[in-house]
């Protein structure tokens, strides 16, 4: 099988198996993902191939959706990916980018690191940000009953990983717990520079949304 026809059959495959995801980690955000990683890897000397692979794959099986558990994900990209006949080093790669693409509340160190996992993890990011952020954001939230807001509830920086998986806070709280702080974590420069515009949206909607809530 060439590339194009290992890519094509991927994509069948996460389409299937993302078929009743939650709208905000569903096929059309490893879409979106795929795209931009695409379009940043434009600008990098990075291997297309694996690049392709780790986007599609990354949230084949999200530990939030899967009792908490972070292994499942790696496993089945690793058990399709062996299936195709691809070889062990391209494995292994698309194996670590999607265990290492995680925000995971921004405090964990992050243990592998490659030209193409900043690639993918900048087009993972900027779809965490923006219009599209703001709408998974809250479909997450609903996703898991949260309330929109509690002015009493304050935002919690200095999460570990577990607290963070485990926070049941205002969605508007996700704001300033991971999604404000990925324009300052962008690894290329043309993620840099497609973080600034979706980061200034949130800022809007943010002002916005206070000014209602305060009915002024
Ligand atoms: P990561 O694995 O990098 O932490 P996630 O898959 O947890 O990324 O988050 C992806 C998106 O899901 C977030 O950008 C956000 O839109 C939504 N999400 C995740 N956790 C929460 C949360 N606690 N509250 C609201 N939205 C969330
Ligand atoms: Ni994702």
Do not use: C
């Not at 794959?57 to 558990?69: E, M, P, Q, V």
């Not at 704001?175 to 840099?192: H, P, R, S």
């Amino acid at each position: 099988m060439n590339s194009k026809e290992i890519i094509n059959k991927t994509i069948t495959f996460v389409k299937q198996t993302l078929a009743d995801a939650e709208g905000g980690h569903d096929w059309f955000h490893t879409e979106r993902v795929y795209k931009n990683a695409l379009l940043i890897s434009k600008n990098e000397p990075a291997d297309i191939f694996v690049v392709a692979l780790g986007a599609l794959l990354h949230d084949i099986a999200d530990s939030k959706f899967h009792n908490g558990d972070e292994t499942i994900g790696p496993k089945i990209a690793r058990q399709f990916l062996a299936d195709l006949n691809i070889k062990p080093n391209v494995v292994e790669h698309v194996v670590n980018i999607i265990e290492n693409i995680s925000f995971k509340g921004g405090n964990e160190a992050q243990k592998f690191s490659s030209l193409e996992l900043d690639v993918v993890q900048d087009a993972d990011r900027l779809d965490a940000i923006g219009a599209i952020g703001i709408a998974r954001t809250f479909n997450y939230g609903g996703f898991k009953n949260r309330p929109l807001y509690n002015p009493d509830i304050k935002p919690n920086l200095g999460m570990s990983k577990e607290a963070y998986k485990a926070s049941t806070a205002p969605t508007i709280n996700h704001f300033y717990e991971k999604l404000l702080l990925l324009k300052d974590k962008m690894n290329t420069e043309t993620g840099k520079q497609i973080a600034k515009e979706r980061h200034q949206f949130m800022e809007t909607f943010l002002n916005q949304f206070y000014r209602e809530w305060g009915n002024s």
